[in-house]
């Protein structure tokens, strides 16, 4: 079964450098989230996106933008990138439910700022 | 948001059961519990979730009190593979684009 592809796995990036990490969700989920998750901490909420309109916003530093597009697929661009950028990011997709769906999580992209 | 509460880590023989605890006591009639697992340097994975009756699925067993505001996640047999970190989850039906973890219980399975 085809899952959340996140892409690029790995990236390197240097401080006040640009990132767009991609996130490809499961065929026919509608809703798209993504997370950071720093060493040794607990994902944390960015943002939300349902049929491409933004539906929740957690703790997204203003550098941070995010967009889903016409095929559900959403990218994060990141901008003025500082060193405690350096994380996991990872992109979650589910299909539109009343909080009993499960969402589905991709692999990952591990940025690191130098 | 109502919040969750889980032990930060926990520890358990091979094959022997284990039961992961969470306290939700501001839980809301219309949030449903869900658990999710976290391997290490892999994404989090759905394990279970309910809203009042205990579940069953191939992975664990919800048991949930009667009252809502605590549940267990349920692992019949331990394998070394179930060593991650375990999330409690409250997803509102109302509001299901809120999904925020807190802090989960990291499982240590000895051989």
């Known amino acids: 079964a085809a899952g959340v592809i996140q892409s690029p796995r790995h990236l390197i990036k240097e401080k006040r450098e640009t990132a767009t990490l991609k996130c490809y969700p499961i065929p026919r989920h509608d809703t798209v989230y993504w997370y950071q998750q720093g060493p040794g901490q607990d994902p944390q909420f960015l943002i939300s996106?349902?049929?491409?309109?933004?539906?929740d916003k957690g703790s997204i530093p203003d550098r941070f933008s995010a967009q889903q597009f016409s095929d559900y697929h959403s990218e994060l661009n990141m901008s003025s990138l500082e060193l405690g950028d350096s994380a996991l990011y990872f992109c979650?997709?589910?299909?539109?439910?009343?909080?009993?769906?499960?969402?589905?999580f991709g692999q990952g992209t591990r940025l690191t700022v130098v | 948001d109502a919040k969750t509460t889980q032990p930060n880590s926990m520890e358990s023989n091979e094959e022997e059961p284990v039961h992961l605890p969470c306290n939700h006591s501001t839980i809301s009639g219309t949030d449903y519990i869900h658990w999710y697992r976290q391997l290490p340097s892999q994404g989090p994975e759905y394990v279970i979730h309910g809203l009042t009756s205990n579940v069953n699925n191939r992975m664990a067993s919800l048991a949930i009190a009667e009252d809502r505001k605590s549940s267990t996640l349920i692992l019949h047999r331990a394998t070394l593979r179930d060593a991650a970190v375990y999330y409690c989850?409250?997803?509102?039906?109302?509001?299901?684009?809120?999904?925020?973890f807190g802090s989960g219980t990291k499982l240590n399975v000895k051989p």
């Open positions: 996106f349902y049929e491409k309109m933004q539906s």
């Open positions: 989850i409250l997803r509102d039906a109302n509001n299901f684009n809120k999904f925020y």
């Open positions: 979650a997709s589910s299909l539109r439910g009343q909080g009993n769906t499960e969402a589905f």
